[in-house]
Every structure is written in C-alpha cells, then in structure tokens.
C-alpha cells in the first residue's frame, strides 16, 4: 500500500496527487512514469512522474475513465494498493542549448520535469502550454518559474494568446527563433501537428499508447517508429516525432473507447 499525502484539484477535470514513495523519488529522472493500482486486483495505469523530491512521487491525473475517477476521489491519508517504478527511459536533456517544449492539456505535466530538467541542465527552455480555454489551464506558476518563457495558448483566447500551440510554434519559428530541438507532449493530434510545423528540428515526442503492465510484456503499448515496432514502456515513451506512424497510433488508442465509457457511465451512476 502507498499512501495519498495530499489529493488537490487543479480544475475540475484534472488532479494533483502526492504519494510517499521514497524509492521511486530517488530514482525517478524526467520524462519517466509509474504504473498505479488504485485497489487490489484493480487495474494498472500509467503515470508520468511529475515531480519526484523528499521521498515524495507527484502524478497529475485527469478524469477520462473509471479508475482515475476513482483515483481522483481518494483523500489525503488514504492509500493505494501501490506503484512500480520508475519506468521507462529517462528523457536525454544533457548537451542542448535553445529548447522548446510544447504541452497539451495534460501533456504540460510531463512538459513541467522536462523544463525543470532542462533548466538545471543550463539549457533555455521556452515553453508553449495549449489548453481549450482558462478553466482548463494547469501548472501555469510552475512553469512560469522554470521555463525561460511561458506562452499560455487557449483556444477560444481566454487566456493568454488565441490559437493553438502550433500557432505559437509557428510564429516563433517565423521571427528566427532557433531551437536545437523541441519537445512535445499532449494529445496525438496535436504533436504529429507539431513535427509538421518542424519537419527541420528534431522533435522528441512522449507517447502514451494503451499499456497494461509496462514492462513490455504484454506488447499493447507497440509504437510504429521507422517502420519497426518498439514498446512505448520500454524503449521510451520518447520517439523521434518524425519518424512516429501517429495515425497507427491514433487508431489503436480508440481500441477500447466504447468499452471505457461503459465502465465510467456505470461508475458514476454508483455514486452517492
């Protein structure tokens, strides 16, 4: 069992949660995740590790199925069945000068270690963070602090600057914004758009395919990368953007969508 220290939530689709795991915070080096189980014999999910300091694991969750509802309904001094990790390779941040790193709703919490990372590392790390509208906007102040610069994108423009983090990306590159490479995070859409506004700069993407025990045993986390498969769990979840199949990609992780909003319907009509 691993105990919940705090369940706070950052607006009302998406959760911060700090967990006491010693081990996993002195291991844990950005862009690496957890697989959690809320109950005994529940299901394992994947989790970026947000932040990992003072033997404390911090994971952001959104509400998108049954067992992060029920994650995100756990209290601060409540437990759950445990967590495994630090999984999957660390993100290389060492050698690189002028960076951008872009994030898409959720993607900025697996965008916010890498700036952080990246700024320990002596890096310029300009971040562009996307969201549907202000409600919705997560992590501003921590990213604020740690990124060189902070674009905040809506859609609808209420807040920061109208459009999508393309646009931004765009912009930037139009003025003679030079990056070594650039980082990009969120929903698949968005970063298969980002490697096209970029075919020239190396782009490193986060993926996160349907993964069940994230060791690389099961192989539903495959990735099509150059035309081979790799495991998301094991051989990343970093790729080479350019060389990503994101329709494959996209067309697997709607494999169980049906099934997933049954469980999630049925979940909520239980609650008190």
């Not at 049954?66 to 993100?91: C, D, F, H, N, R």
């Not at 986390?221 to 990343?236: E, I, L, T």
Request: glycine fraction near 12%; charge should be negative; proline fraction near 5%.
């Amino acid at each position: 069992m691993t105990e919940i220290l705090a369940c706070t939530a950052l607006n009302g689709e998406v959760y911060r949660l700090d967990l006491l795991s010693p081990d996993i915070a002195a291991e844990a080096l950005p862009g690496q995740f957890v697989m959690l189980r809320v109950c005994e014999g529940g299901e394992r999910i994947p989790l970026t590790v947000a932040k990992a300091e003072d033997g404390v694991v911090t994971v952001i969750v959104q509400r998108v199925g049954k067992t992060t509802w029920q994650l995100t309904e756990k209290k601060a001094g409540e437990s759950v069945a445990g967590i495994t990790g630090p999984l999957g390779k660390p993100t290389p941040l060492d050698g690189l000068g002028n960076v951008c790193v872009v994030g898409g709703g959720l993607g900025c919490a697996i965008a916010w270690p890498l700036v952080r990372g990246l700024k320990r590392a002596g890096a310029e790390a300009r971040m562009i963070a996307g969201f549907r509208n202000k409600a919705l906007v997560i992590l501003e102040d921590e990213l604020r602090r740690d990124a060189s610069e902070l674009y905040i994108c809506t859609d609808d423009g209420s807040r920061g600057e109208r459009g999508f983090v393309t646009d931004k990306l765009s912009a930037l590159l139009q003025s003679g914004r030079a990056f070594d490479r650039i980082f990009a995070a969120g929903p698949l859409v968005m970063m298969k758009a980002v490697c096209a506004v970029a075919p020239d700069i190396p782009v490193t993407v986060s993926m996160n395919p349907i993964m069940v025990d994230g060791t690389g045993m099961c192989g539903c986390c495959r990735v099509n990368v150059g035309g081979q498969v790799r495991f998301a769990c094991v051989d990343g979840p970093d790729f080479d953007g350019h060389a990503v199949d994101f329709d494959e990609a996209i067309r697997r992780n709607r494999t169980y969508l049906t099934f997933e909003e049954k469980q999630l319907e049925e979940h909520i009509c239980k609650l008190p």
